[in-house]
Each structure stands twice: as C-alpha cells, then as structure tokens.
C-alpha cells in the first residue's frame, strides 16, 4: 500500500520558517489553524531524546494570534474565559480555557496581555477568530479583533537559556515562568515568554513581521551549533507524558473545562462577565462526572490514535474513550490520555482498552508521568 500525501494548495499555509523547516529535513508535517505544522524530524523516538537532552526550535506559527486592540480589549477578554483575569498586569501570559455559552471548551490558549487595551489570544486548533469577532460585534465593544502578521517561534528543552542567551543576551535568563519580556533583534522588537509546550522549559518568540522569521531562525541555528541544536516541533510522546492536551483530540465543544482537568484555571464564582459563567456554575456544584485522566496501555507499542479507541469497563461496558496513547522508552509503557467516567477513574482502577490491533489492559495513573 502506498502513503497517502496531503494535496498542497494556498488553503494549507506555510510559515514565516517553513524554508528553514524543510532545509532541516522534516518527514512529517499536520495542519494545524489551516498551517503547517512539522510533527516529525528523525523519528518521534530520536526527537523525543533530542528534546529532553539538548535544545530544539520549534516552528509553531500555527499557534496563531487572535488580537484584541482597544478600550474594551480587556472587557472582550473576560467574556471569553472563565479565569478570572482582574490580577493579571501587562507582562503576564495565562493559559486560559475558553468557553461556550453552554460552558463548553471552544480552546485552550494562551492568553497575552501586552497592555490594558491589547492582548494576543494564542490558539489551539480552532476558528476562534469568528467567535471573538461575533461577540464583539454583538455587543457593540469598542474593540478591533484580527489576526495580526505574529509567528510563534520555540525554543524547548534543557539548553534553551543558553541557546536564547546567545542571540538575545544573559537577561533572557531572568524571565519567569509565563512572563514574558521585549527584546531588540536586527533593531525590531519581540516578545518572548517562558513558555511553550513541552516540559522540557524554554521560550516562545512571537515574531512580529514575516520577513525576520528566516533571519531569526539563522541566528539560532547559528548560534547553537556546539548546543547540538536541531529543529524539533511538539512532540507526542512528552507531551503525553506531561499531560499537555491537545483541542480536537483530547476534548471538544462537548467537554467543560472540568472535565479536562482544567478547573484550577477556572474562576467561575468571581470571573463575572464571561459568556459560559451560569452554565459553569450549575455543572461545577454538581462537578464533572467524567474527566481527563492518564493511562497506561500495557503491551508493546500502540498505533497511532486517529479515532478514539472505547474503554471498557471488566464487565465491558463503556466507560470512557482514550484519545492520545504513544511508547514511552522513559516509562517503558505506553502512555495515554483518556476521558473517563466517574465510575472508573480513581487511580489503579483496571481497564479495557479497544484498540484497533486488539483489545489491551490499561491502568488508570495517579497523575501523569512529568
Ligand atoms: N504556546 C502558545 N500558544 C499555544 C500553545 C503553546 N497555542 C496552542 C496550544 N499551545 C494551547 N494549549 C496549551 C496547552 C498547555 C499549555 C499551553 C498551551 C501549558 N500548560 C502548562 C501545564 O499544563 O503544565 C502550564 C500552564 C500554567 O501553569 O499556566 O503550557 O504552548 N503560545
């Protein structure tokens, strides 16, 4: 059977570093906000290792700004998310769930708040543009929303200070963790926060102009060659591992926040004025009756989860789906990410997993692995 390829048109956009991206040899790409975005380079195993032993640049372009810009940015800002953002001061970067007016998840993105009257939203994959701009709209707000011409550049993994030092100089260093600072590079200027999505710590840079990304990602390169820099993109197996969530495959507009595991980023009570908050309140006195959870899928290595594989309880009946599974060589297992019901959820709690070459046991974890 051959491979399948995706048809490449103007639809699937390249980025600022794509040139770079496929100059470093990228075996892989998925279409992430309509964007490439690499998924594999030597193989998801070597840049697994790569990414916990070295340093990596991540071409993340597609983690796309929605911009807020305006006396009622901050106003439209707290429709959107139930976190309560009123101790939040220029400088600071919030992961924030967004939500529907039934309280279900529509993103999970990283809220910026460059000033009082702007902030970028970096989103996951989905077409948040449209339901900012509604709500804007609809409520008359004194506020442009669009998608401003800023690229998400990351740099992940143990050496990324060094390597971000080098560029940017030693006070790269003193940013704290979802902080983020403004750095000259060829006389423009660029936000970098510690951030990014992995657990290996590092920076984002959000390039603001197309044209510096290939300049920039040069200078890194440049810069890291005894680093053993390589390019690197997010990478399934650690992020498993550390439980990051992927939108689309580990939840939907079905799902509440709770239910992912987001509620320590949910202030229901006092975030007033976002749009899902009574919807909130009803199911979070009750709490979620199913939640994200880590598991672990005995056996050798599962295929790739491109369906959710059903859970079943040891009487077989349906309790929950897995929606992400990788090898771990760290763990020697393969680890998992699930939506389970109440039922089956606490921590030991054995499972049935129905994977397509078979069916497997899984173990409901504790928490997940990093
Ligand atoms: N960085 C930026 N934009 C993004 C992502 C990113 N947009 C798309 C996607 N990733 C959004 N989803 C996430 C998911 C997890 C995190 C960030 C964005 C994350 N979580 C940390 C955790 O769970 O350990 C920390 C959260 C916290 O403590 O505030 O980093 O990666 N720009």
Not at 196 to 213: A, N, P, R
Not at 267 to 294: F, S
Not at 320 to 343: C, E, H, L
Request: hydrophobic share 40%.
């Amino acid at each position: 059977m051959t491979t399948p390829l995706l048809s490449l048109s103007r639809r699937l956009r390249r980025t600022p570093f794509s040139d770079g991206v496929e100059a470093a040899g990228v075996k892989a790409y998925t279409v992430y906000n309509h964007m490439l975005l690499p998924t594999v380079f030597r193989s998801i195993e070597e840049d697994y290792r790569h990414l916990k032993d070295a340093v990596q640049i991540w071409d993340v372009a597609c983690e796309r700004q929605v911009e807020l810009r305006g006396p009622d940015a901050g106003r439209l800002m707290q429709m959107l998310t139930p976190r309560d953002l009123r101790g939040m001061t220029p400088g600071l970067c919030y992961y924030v769930p967004i939500v529907d007016e039934t309280g279900g998840m529509l993103n999970d993105p990283v809220a910026v708040k460059l000033a009082e009257d702007r902030w970028w939203i970096s989103i996951a994959d989905s077409d948040l543009l449209y339901w900012v701009r509604a709500t804007a709209h609809g409520w008359r707000l004194d506020v442009l929303v669009d998608e401003p011409d800023v690229s998400p550049l990351a740099i992940q993994g143990p050496r990324a200070d060094d390597l971000m030092a080098a560029v940017f100089g030693d006070s790269v260093r003193d940013i704290r963790f979802f902080r983020f600072g403004v750095f000259d590079f060829q006389g423009r200027d660029m936000v970098i926060a510690r951030s990014g999505y992995s657990k290996q710590g590092g920076f984002e840079i959000y390039v603001e102009g197309s044209d510096l990304g290939m300049p920039l990602w040069h200078a890194l390169m440049e810069a890291g060659k005894d680093m053993d820099v390589h390019a690197g993109c997010p990478n399934l197996i650690e992020r498993i591992e550390g439980g990051l969530l992927s939108y689309g495959n580990d939840m939907t507009d079905d799902n509440t926040p709770h239910e992912c595991g987001l509620g320590r980023f949910c202030n229901t009570h006092t975030a007033i004025g976002c749009i899902g908050r009574d919807a909130l309140l009803r199911v979070a006195k009750e709490g979620p009756v199913q939640q994200v959870c880590a598991i672990a899928i005995e056996g050798d290595a599962v295929p790739p989860c491109r369906e959710w594989w059903p859970v079943l309880s040891e009487k077989g009946k349906r309790v929950g789906r897995i929606s992400s599974a990788a090898w771990s060589p760290d763990f020697d297992t393969n680890v998992a990410i699930g939506m389970v019901r109440m039922t089956h959820w606490d921590a030991g709690t054995e499972l049935r997993i129905s994977a397509p070459d078979g069916e497997r046991r899984g173990v409901v974890q504790d928490g997940f692995w990093a």
